[in-house]
């Protein structure tokens, strides 16, 4: 189980006052920078996978998502495991 640490306090970064926060601008007055800071998903690796919509019983899901982080991808296995 993880334990919660201290909090690390930074001179050259401290917390920001409510006049830091009166002075603040939003990103959107600066669109160069948001744009420097846009984010866009690369081609996907081949083979290429297809999206589609897929009824399944609640409890296969609830099992797959128990599973954690991925589990997308593994019943991507199962479906391929179970050569159909």
Do not use: C, Y
Not at 21 to 45: C, M, T
Not at 48 to 57: E, N, P, S, Y
């Amino acid at each position: 189980m993880a334990t919660k640490q201290d909090a690390i306090f930074d001179d050259d970064n401290p917390e920001w006052t409510k006049e830091d926060f009166a002075r603040a601008r939003p990103l959107s007055d600066f669109p160069e920078l948001a744009a420097a800071f846009a984010k866009v998903r690369g081609p996907q690796r081949a083979p290429t996978k297809q999206q589609v919509t897929l009824r399944l019983d609640p409890d296969v899901v609830a099992k797959f998502r128990a599973t954690g982080k991925g589990w997308h991808a593994r019943i991507n296995a199962a479906l391929r495991a179970a050569e159909v």
